[in-house]
Every structure is written in C-alpha cells, then in structure tokens.
C-alpha cells in the first residue's frame, strides 16, 4: 500500500482540484494527476471523472474515500499520540477565527503562549468569513454562535453578552436615553449581517420586544465598529468582550444597561471548533488549555 497515494487522493477529493493540492505539495499539477492514474491503475477501478473544467468523485471514488479516510485519520492519530509521550508540545498549529477576536484577545495572548511552548509554530488566519475546517487543514476553529455540524467537536470557550455602547462626548451631546425606543432618535452603527441591522431585541424581567432600527452606517467588522463609536459617532450593540477595557477605562459607556439586549439570542457563545479525530494532539490540547485558562480566568467581561 502506498500512503503517499492514498494522502493525495483524500486530498484531492476534499479540495475537488488536482492544481490546489499541487500548490500545497509544492509540485506540478500533472504529478498530482499521475499519483491519481497511478493509485486508478492498482485499484483498477477509475476514481474521479475528469473534464478540461470539472474534476469529480465517481461512486467508486466516494466509496473508497469513506473506507479509507478514517483508517488514514486513525493512522496518523496513533503516531501522533506515540510521539505525544516522549516530547514536548511541538509541531505547526493552524487556527483561524474572526478579525476582531484575533487582534482584540488572541494576538495579546501569543507572546506568552510561545514562550511556554516554543516548539509550537502557529500559523493564524484571521478572516470574518466561515473557513473550511477539513478542506483547510485546520486545528482549532474559533467559532461564534452555534454550531450545528454534528461531524466537528465543539467545547464552549466563553459566554458572550451583548452591550449598547457610545462615546461620552456622543452621548453628551444628543437627546438622553431612557428607554429602547428614544433610540430612534439616535445614529446607529450595526453590523452589516441582516440579523444585526433589522432589529434588536430588548429584555427586562418577563417583558421582552423586537426592536426595529435603521443604521447610519453599517459594517462587517467589530473592530471597525468600536472605532466608530470612539469617533463619536454613533451608538452600537457589540460583544462585551469587544469593548470591556473601553467601558473599564470610560472610553466608552454602556446604553440601557438596565436592558438585556441581543440581535439574535440571548444566549450566545464563543467556540472552540476541531476536526472529529481519534486522538487530540498534544500541541492541540496545550492550546486549548491555555487560551481557555487566560479567558476564563484572567479576563473580567
């Protein structure tokens, strides 16, 4: 049997392009197409239907993908917990999570996990678009909301609640604000998401409402939005997490904090999201361990 072979073909069928997996194994695309010929020849069976545009899995291909996967994954999981007991956490480790996760509460924290784990190499992508954990190759998946791909394993990494905020100066300067409704008179940054910009939802004791709002400015990015507000701009909901030091330090202020206030749920939460394996790797687990210690111990949202 050769592993090689059967490595490339799994990625072939998970990426749907010989040229992608040629670009990830530094080689040719035709290399990629003869390794695939080549493991044809031995089962003697044909794997993928190939056109000039369209590269898909026969029913022979999807069958012995999902033969071979979980032995291939059981494989790997075995020499990685074989390796696990005689070394330190080592090896490279890709995460991925939002732009404002990353740069608010992630990059502060990466010095220090480095300096306790130096034989750990990160590779860290930040992006607000949902990425393809299998198809990616990723480790760690930092996830808002729910989760609902039964496939994946999810451990809750904190609860997030949601605030109104504004500058001291914006606040100053406009009609005061002593119930959800005054906000009408008000200019409101939302996130571009139609849940967050249609309506936000207000609760107190057993009275609960919809609220609906018309944003002045509208954005994809939390970031951006906390800067806004900075500017005086406006008056926004975002994740407590996201503004914490700027209520801490009065930056900012909270708006209707006698409210409980939402977009979607009341009940929100942030994720760590990993591929299904048999065996979690040390250097995956030292992760995990880490970041869920400094949020849920050191950090006061």
Not at 18 to 43: C, M, Y
Not at 119 to 131: A, P
Not at 167 to 185: T, V
Not at 240 to 245: G, H, V
């Amino acid at each position: 049997m050769n592993i090689k072979l059967i490595h490339i073909f799994l990625a072939v069928y998970r990426t749907g392009s010989f040229a992608a997996v040629a670009e990830e194994e530094n080689v040719a695309p035709s290399s990629i197409s003869r390794a695939i010929s080549k493991l044809e020849d031995r089962l003697t069976v044909r794997l993928f239907n190939r056109t000039t545009r369209t590269l898909a899995p026969t029913e022979a291909g999807d069958l012995y993908y999902h033969k071979v996967a979980p032995l291939i994954e059981e494989l790997y999981s075995s020499e990685q917990e074989i390796a696990d007991h005689t070394q330190a956490p080592s090896g490279r480790l890709r995460i991925t999570a939002s732009v404002s996760f990353g740069q608010l509460l992630l990059i502060p924290l990466i010095k220090e996990f480095k300096t306790l784990y130096p034989g750990i190499e990160l590779d860290l992508y930040l992006t607000d678009h949902r990425t393809d954990i299998i198809g990616e190759k990723i480790d760690i998946a930092i996830r808002h909301g729910d989760i609902t791909d039964n496939s994946l394993i999810v451990r809750k990494l904190m609860d997030v609640q949601y605030l109104l905020a504004a500058s001291p100066a914006y606040l100053e300067k406009h009609d005061p604000i002593e119930k959800p409704k005054d906000l009408a008179k008000h200019s409101l940054i939302s996130f571009t998401l139609d849940d967050y910009k249609s309506f936000w939802r207000f609760k107190k004791a057993e009275h609960t409402f919809e609220l609906p709002i018309h944003s002045a400015i509208s954005v994809s990015n939390a970031s951006v939005i906390r800067t806004l507000l900075k500017d005086d701009l406006g008056i926004a909901l975002l994740a407590n997490w996201t503004i914490a030091s700027d209520l801490s330090d009065g930056t900012l202020e909270q708006v209707l904090p006698a409210w409980d206030v939402a977009a979607t749920s009341f009940n929100q939460t942030i994720s760590l999201v990993m591929p299904s394996r048999a065996y979690t790797p040390m250097k995956t687990r030292a992760f995990i361990n880490f970041l869920s210690e400094k949020l849920n111990q050191e950090r006061n949202f």
